[in-house]
């Protein structure tokens, strides 16, 4: 008969994966552009649709098939990466996919608050790649995701959406919980999040407006 630690546990461990699936960067990336072109484009269904998934196919779900194909031979441990050396490849598809995306952006005439999103994704995406492997720095992607979202999501909806910070603190738990990041992982990568991703993207919306 299980014990009331092994139960709790196990409750802690599947709150853990919940966290860690539906809070994943690809989430983020997919969800985000959308989510913010509703606003910047006047609530125009056809234009969020238009420019949000330019951003959001490139970005996340192009590499995302990448990575999901290349776990599904044996290429790297699972979707998520967990192994620091095996993650250069998929950095490699993330930042050549969402840099095609860009350079749609760019020639579309996309609203300027796209072009800075996806310019942010990238500026994260070339640090987390110098972190990783120019110091061997497993640093958390889903920390930096979710931080980085939800600076550009209180930059364009109000600072309401702060309560954001809530599921941030849930995913970099996660992380730590499963064994997957160390805490200094998960603070780097909101610390990044924060200044890198949105960062970058407050001093774009404000040069380019």
Same mark, same amino acid.
Do not use: N
């Given at each position: 008969?299980?014990?009331?630690?092994?139960?709790?546990?196990?409750?802690?461990?599947?709150?853990?994966?919940?966290?860690?699936?539906?809070?994943?960067?690809?989430?983020?990336?997919?969800?985000?552009?959308?989510?913010?072109?509703?606003?910047?484009?006047?609530?125009?269904?056809?234009?969020?649709?238009?420019?949000? $998934?330019?951003?959001?196919?490139?970005?996340? $779900?192009?590499?995302?098939?990448?990575?999901?194909?290349?776990?599904?031979?044996?290429?790297?441990?699972?979707?998520?990466?967990?192994?620091?050396?095996?993650?250069?490849?998929?950095?490699?598809?993330?930042?050549?996919?969402?840099?095609?995306?860009?350079?749609?952006?760019?020639?579309?005439?996309?609203?300027?608050?796209?072009?800075?999103?996806?310019?942010?994704?990238?500026?994260?995406?070339?640090?987390?790649?110098?972190?990783?492997?120019?110091?061997?720095?497993?640093?958390?992607?889903?920390?930096?995701?979710?931080?980085?979202?939800?600076?550009?999501?209180?930059?364009?909806?109000?600072?309401? $959406?702060?309560?954001?910070?809530?599921?941030?603190?849930?995913?970099?738990?996660?992380?730590?919980?499963?064994?997957?990041?160390?805490?200094?992982?998960?603070?780097?990568?909101?610390?990044?999040?924060?200044?890198?991703?949105?960062?970058?993207?407050?001093?774009?919306?404000?040069?380019?407006?």
């Amino acid at each position: 008969m299980p014990t009331q630690s092994t139960e709790t546990t196990g409750s802690r461990q599947r709150l853990a994966r919940i966290a860690t699936e539906v809070l994943a960067p690809w989430v983020w990336v997919l969800g985000l552009p959308l989510v913010v072109a509703w606003k910047v484009t006047g609530y125009h269904f056809g234009e969020t649709v238009l420019w949000g $998934l330019i951003v959001g196919v490139t970005g996340s $779900l192009i590499p995302m098939a990448v990575i999901v194909r290349g776990a599904k031979k044996g290429k790297w441990d699972s979707h998520h990466v967990t192994d620091r050396a095996g993650r250069l490849v998929p950095f490699a598809v993330c930042i050549g996919s969402l840099g095609a995306g860009f350079g749609i952006l760019i020639a579309g005439g996309a609203p300027h608050e796209m072009i800075a999103l996806a310019a942010a994704e990238l500026v994260c995406l070339v640090a987390a790649l110098a972190i990783t492997f120019g110091f061997k720095f497993k640093i958390s992607m889903h920390a930096m995701v979710a931080a980085g979202a939800g600076v550009m999501l209180i930059r364009v909806y109000g600072p309401w $959406l702060a309560v954001l910070f809530v599921a941030v603190g849930w995913v970099c738990w996660s992380r730590v919980e499963l064994g997957d990041h160390t805490r200094a992982e998960v603070t780097a990568g909101t610390t990044a999040g924060v200044f890198l991703g949105g960062g970058t993207y407050l001093a774009l919306t404000m040069i380019l407006t």
